[in-house]
Protein backbone atom coordinates (compact mmCIF):
# COMPACT_ATOMS: atom_id res chain seq x y z
CA UNK A 1 0.00 0.00 0.00
CA UNK A 2 1.11 3.56 -0.56
CA UNK A 3 -0.54 6.88 0.48
CA UNK A 4 0.44 9.68 -1.34
CA UNK A 5 -0.71 13.50 -0.18
CA UNK A 6 0.10 16.63 -2.47
CA UNK A 7 1.18 20.31 -1.17
CA UNK A 8 1.90 23.12 -2.90
CA UNK A 9 -1.06 24.31 -5.52
CA UNK A 10 -2.17 27.74 -5.26
CA UNK A 11 -3.38 30.83 -7.44
CA UNK A 12 -1.03 32.46 -9.61
CA UNK A 13 -1.02 35.29 -12.30
CA UNK A 14 -0.21 33.85 -15.87
CA UNK A 15 3.28 33.45 -16.25
CA UNK A 16 4.19 32.66 -12.91
CA UNK A 17 5.40 29.47 -11.23
CA UNK A 18 4.19 27.18 -8.69
CA UNK A 19 6.28 23.98 -7.44
CA UNK A 20 4.25 20.67 -6.52
CA UNK A 21 5.35 17.88 -3.93
CA UNK A 22 3.68 14.69 -3.28
CA UNK A 23 4.43 13.15 -0.44
CA UNK A 24 4.39 8.86 -0.25
CA UNK A 25 4.12 6.90 2.20
CA UNK A 26 3.58 3.21 3.28
CA UNK A 27 5.18 0.48 1.14
CA UNK A 28 8.89 2.22 0.65
CA UNK A 29 9.96 -0.99 -1.65
CA UNK A 30 6.53 -0.21 -3.83
CA UNK A 31 7.89 3.54 -4.21
CA UNK A 32 11.26 3.04 -5.38
CA UNK A 33 9.87 0.48 -7.45
CA UNK A 34 7.11 1.42 -9.94
CA UNK A 35 6.17 4.76 -12.13
CA UNK A 36 5.40 7.76 -10.62
CA UNK A 37 2.58 10.87 -12.07
CA UNK A 38 1.24 13.91 -11.98
CA UNK A 39 -1.99 13.96 -13.64
CA UNK A 40 -4.86 17.37 -13.70
CA UNK A 41 -8.48 17.49 -14.39
CA UNK A 42 -10.27 20.85 -15.24
CA UNK A 43 -13.49 21.42 -14.61
CA UNK A 44 -16.08 19.71 -17.02
CA UNK A 45 -12.78 17.94 -18.36
CA UNK A 46 -11.76 14.06 -18.09
CA UNK A 47 -8.21 13.71 -16.41
CA UNK A 48 -5.06 14.05 -18.11
CA UNK A 49 -1.60 12.93 -17.68
CA UNK A 50 0.79 15.42 -17.55
CA UNK A 51 4.11 14.02 -16.40
CA UNK A 52 5.57 10.71 -15.22
CA UNK A 53 9.16 9.30 -14.18
CA UNK A 54 10.20 5.78 -13.77
CA UNK A 55 12.69 4.36 -11.07
CA UNK A 56 15.83 5.16 -13.20
CA UNK A 57 15.01 8.31 -13.58
CA UNK A 58 13.59 8.77 -17.00
CA UNK A 59 10.72 11.39 -17.62
CA UNK A 60 7.56 11.64 -20.05
CA UNK A 61 5.50 14.98 -20.77
CA UNK A 62 2.58 16.02 -22.19
CA UNK A 63 2.99 18.07 -25.26
CA UNK A 64 0.92 20.72 -23.68
CA UNK A 65 3.93 20.90 -20.64
CA UNK A 66 6.85 20.31 -22.39
CA UNK A 67 9.74 23.01 -22.05
CA UNK A 68 7.58 24.24 -18.90
CA UNK A 69 7.06 21.72 -16.24
CA UNK A 70 9.46 19.16 -14.76
CA UNK A 71 9.11 16.39 -12.69
CA UNK A 72 11.24 14.89 -10.55
CA UNK A 73 11.95 12.90 -7.40
CA UNK A 74 13.74 12.75 -4.23
CA UNK A 75 13.68 8.79 -3.35
CA UNK A 76 15.44 9.50 0.27
CA UNK A 77 12.33 11.54 1.40
CA UNK A 78 10.11 9.48 -0.72
CA UNK A 79 8.57 12.72 -2.48
CA UNK A 80 7.62 13.25 -5.71
CA UNK A 81 7.47 17.02 -7.57
CA UNK A 82 6.50 19.09 -10.17
CA UNK A 83 7.99 22.27 -10.96
CA UNK A 84 5.70 24.40 -13.12
CA UNK A 85 6.89 27.53 -14.98
CA UNK A 86 4.93 29.92 -17.11
CA UNK A 87 1.58 28.41 -16.11
CA UNK A 88 -1.03 29.87 -18.22
CA UNK A 89 -4.64 29.70 -17.80
CA UNK A 90 -5.41 26.72 -19.60
CA UNK A 91 -3.04 24.86 -16.75
CA UNK A 92 -5.62 25.75 -13.89
CA UNK A 93 -6.98 22.21 -12.89
CA UNK A 94 -6.89 19.69 -10.02
CA UNK A 95 -3.25 18.53 -10.04
CA UNK A 96 -3.04 14.58 -8.27
CA UNK A 97 -0.32 12.50 -7.56
CA UNK A 98 -0.16 8.84 -8.61
CA UNK A 99 2.22 5.59 -8.28
CA UNK A 100 2.05 2.25 -10.25
CA UNK A 101 3.73 -0.44 -11.86
CA UNK A 102 7.25 0.01 -13.48
CA UNK A 103 7.63 0.59 -17.13
CA UNK A 104 10.76 1.77 -19.00
CA UNK A 105 8.89 4.69 -19.99
CA UNK A 106 6.10 5.44 -17.96
CA UNK A 107 2.80 6.09 -19.36
CA UNK A 108 0.65 8.85 -18.91
CA UNK A 109 -2.60 6.47 -18.52
CA UNK A 110 -4.84 6.25 -16.10
CA UNK A 111 -4.96 2.57 -15.73
CA UNK A 112 -1.64 1.84 -15.40
CA UNK A 113 -1.65 3.58 -11.90
CA UNK A 114 -3.41 2.19 -8.48
CA UNK A 115 -2.64 4.70 -6.06
CA UNK A 116 -4.08 8.20 -6.05
CA UNK A 117 -3.57 11.14 -3.88
CA UNK A 118 -6.40 13.75 -2.94
CA UNK A 119 -5.43 16.31 -4.89
CA UNK A 120 -3.91 20.46 -4.76
CA UNK A 121 -5.98 22.75 -6.63
CA UNK A 122 -3.42 25.21 -9.50
CA UNK A 123 -5.33 28.03 -10.42
CA UNK A 124 -2.99 30.50 -13.25
CA UNK A 125 -5.60 33.65 -14.03
CA UNK A 126 -4.58 35.89 -16.97
Known amino acids: QVQLVESGGGSVQAGGSLRLSCQAS??????????MGWFRQAQGKEREGVAA???????RYADSVKGRFTISKDNAKNTLYLEMNSLKPEDTAMYYC??????????????????WGQGTQVTASS
Open 98 to 115: AAGNHYSSCPLSEPTYGY
Open 26 to 35: GSAYRYNSGC
Open 53 to 59: INTYGST
